[in-house]
């Protein structure tokens, strides 16, 4: 299976040479040899069948297929990244009650008391905290 082949070091060198357009810039940058980071490419360009660059020279551009598969490359190490950052972070317990003196219909607007608790359940799910919002009256 390709997945299973395409490390994450992989596509952070992959996006990195998209960013920077020439492979010896982020080979020094990487403390790696410029062909090193070509064998890298051409094998990511093997496993997907497709070519991602295209050669000029003052270096590479990424071809449609490439600017396509940058989409999903960064957006898999942006996900990876979340993963990793939620699981190291110090778990929380308890109630948190979040307030706001606007009333009913504002209470779902972004950057109410309810668009915020609604962000602290879904970003701490499972560390046994419950969120409440509390509007108007409620809160006195």
């Known amino acids: 299976m390709i997945s299973e082949q395409i490390s994450l070091d992989l596509l952070r060198t992959y996006v990195a040479v998209c960013r920077q357009g020439s492979l010896s810039r982020v080979a020094a940058q990487t403390g790696r040899t410029q062909s090193a980071l070509s064998m890298q490419m051409?094998?990511?360009e093997g496993l997907l069948k497709r070519h991602l660059f295209q050669r000029t020279g003052r270096g590479v551009?990424?071809?449609?297929?490439?600017e396509l598969f940058l989409g999903?490359?960064?957006r898999i190490l942006a996900?990876?990244?979340?993963?990793?950052?939620?699981l190291r972070q110090t778990e929380i317990?308890?109630?948190v009650?979040?307030?706001?003196?606007?009333?009913?219909r504002h209470c779902g607007a972004p950057g109410s008391a309810r668009a915020a608790s609604s962000c602290l359940s879904r970003h701490q799910p499972r560390r046994g905290?419950?969120?409440q919002c509390l509007s108007g009256t409620a809160l006195e």
């Open 42 to 44: 051409r094998r990511l």
């Open 79 to 86: 996900l990876s990244d979340e993963a990793v950052a939620c």
């Open 129 to 131: 905290g419950r969120a």
């Open 72 to 74: 999903y490359a960064t």
């Open 97 to 104: 009650r979040i307030g706001s003196r606007r009333g009913g």
């Open 61 to 66: 551009v990424p071809t449609a297929e490439g």
């Open 93 to 95: 317990s308890g109630g």
